[in-house]
C-alpha cells in the first residue's frame, strides 16, 4: 500500500523561505513522477510543480516560476519543494501526489488527474 507524506509546512512572513518535503512508504520513488499541488481556501486545487521520475524534467506554474524548486532525491526517497519569496497568495494546503511512470521516466504534467496517490496535505501560511 503507497503512503504518501508531506511535511514541512509553517506560518512564514511575507519574503519568508519554506521548504516541504514529500516521502512514500511502500514504493520506491525512482519510478514515480511527483507532483505538488496547492489549494487555497475557496479554490479548487492547482498544480504547482512536478518533476519526472528521472529528475531531468520540471514544470512549474507561471506564478511561481523563479521562486520555487522541486529537487529529489531517490536515495531518501524524497521529493522537495523548496518556496523562497514567498507572497501571502502562496498560503494554501500543499499536496503531493505520485504518479507510476516506469517507462516514461523523463514526463511529469501538473494535472491533477494524471496522479494517483496522494498525501494529507501540509498548511503553508504567509502572513506577516
Known amino acids: 500500500q503507497v503512503q504518501v507524506v508531506e511535511s514541512g509546512g509553517g506560518l512564514v512572513q511575507p519574503g519568508g523561505s519554506l521548504r516541504l518535503s514529500c516521502s512514500a512508504s511502500g514504493v520506491t520513488l525512482d519510478q514515480y513522477a511527483i507532483g505538488w499541488f496547492q489549494q487555497a481556501p475557496g479554490k479548487e486545487r492547482e498544480g504547482v510543480s512536478c518533476?519526472?521520475?528521472?529528475?531531468?524534467?520540471?514544470l512549474y506554474r507561471d506564478s511561481v516560476k523563479g521562486r520555487f524548486t522541486i529537487s529529489r532525491d531517490n536515495a531518501k526517497n524524497t521529493v522537495y519543494l523548496q518556496m523562497n519569496n514567498l507572497e501571502p497568495e502562496d498560503t494554501a494546503v500543499y499536496y503531493c501526489?505520485?504518479?507510476?511512470?516506469?517507462?516514461?521516466?523523463?514526463?511529469?504534467?501538473?494535472?491533477?488527474?494524471?496522479?494517483?496517490?496522494w498525501g494529507q496535505g501540509t498548511q503553508v501560511t504567509v502572513s506577516s
Open positions: 501526489a505520485t504518479v507510476f511512470a516506469p517507462f516514461q521516466t523523463s514526463w511529469c504534467e501538473r494535472e491533477s488527474y494524471f496522479y494517483k496517490h
Open positions: 518533476i519526472s521520475a528521472s529528475g531531468d524534467s520540471t
